[in-house]
T-cell receptor
Framework: SQQGEEDPQALSIQEGENATMNCSYKTSINNLQWYRQNSGRGLVHLILIRSNEREKHSGRLRVTLDTSKKSSSLLITASRAADTASYFCATDAAGNQFYFGTGTSLTVIP | DAGVTQSPTHLIKTRGQQVTLRCSPISGHKSVSWYQQVLGQGPQFIFQYYEKEERGRGNFPDRFSARQFPNYSSELNVNALLLGDSALYLC??????????????FGQGTRLTVV
């Protein structure tokens, strides 16, 4: 069974707009990671945030973590057509055993 | 440096057959994990191996087994294949540091089709 859930399931935006997707999970975690997947191939690691961190930035990505609400959000600023992909959050509660949500499918329209 | 490599990339098997999937981690990574991703779903954890020992197992039947070799490469075996085993099988490797494991890096996966 999936540990987390992403919201929304699908998101369609215009190029240049910001995209926000959310992740909720059920149990205590060591860290939370966000991944991107293009066309059902391998997952590309985007960013890792540890349980004692609240916010992290990497380029156009901003991730927040609220452990009291068991939730995280991923913000992609100034989106590009190349950002079109599925995005997954993965929680690590037991030492490198990741539990993924069902993903958000992002479409960026040129 | 080469990333995580998986072989084969595609595979078609018949129900009841057995399959072996292979994974080579990034050099220096001693942890290898396997995931199954059914179309339209997120990856599901199958196994984790660290230093050649099983460290975790997901909710999969005993038809699924794995092992890790002295060079830290890994194999995933699935016996008595069912149609429902058709999926993308992903391998991930990571490094252990003092604070725990680093982020996991995934291979491109093996697409298994059972007919």
């Amino acid at each position: 069974s999936q540990q987390g859930e992403e919201d929304p399931q699908a998101l369609s935006i215009q190029e240049g707009e910001n995209a926000t997707m959310n992740c909720s999970y059920k149990t205590s975690i060591n860290n939370l990671q966000w991944y991107r997947q293009n066309s059902g191939r391998g997952l590309v690691h985007l960013i890792l945030i540890r349980s004692n961190e609240r916010e992290k930035h990497s380029g156009r990505l901003r991730v927040t973590l609220d452990t009291s609400k068991k939730s995280s959000s991923l913000l992609i600023t100034a989106s590009r057509a190349a950002d079109t992909a599925s995005y997954f959050c993965a929680t690590d509660a037991a030492g490198n055993q990741f539990y993924f949500g069902t993903g958000t499918s992002l479409t960026v329209i040129p | 440096d080469a990333g995580v490599t998986q072989s084969p990339t595609h595979l078609i098997k018949t129900r009841g057959q057995q399959v072996t999937l292979r994974c080579s981690p990034i050099s220096g990574h001693k942890s290898v994990s396997w995931y199954q991703q059914v179309l339209g779903q997120g990856p599901q954890f199958i196994f984790q191996y660290y230093e050649k020992e099983e460290r975790g197992r997901g909710n999969f039947p005993d038809r699924f087994s794995a092992r890790q070799f002295p060079n830290y490469s890994s194999e995933l075996n699935v016996n008595a294949l069912l149609l429902g085993d058709s999926a993308l099988y992903l391998c991930a490797s990571s490094l252990f540091r003092g604070r725990g494991f680093t982020e996991a890096f995934f291979g491109q996966g093996t697409r298994l089709t059972v007919v």
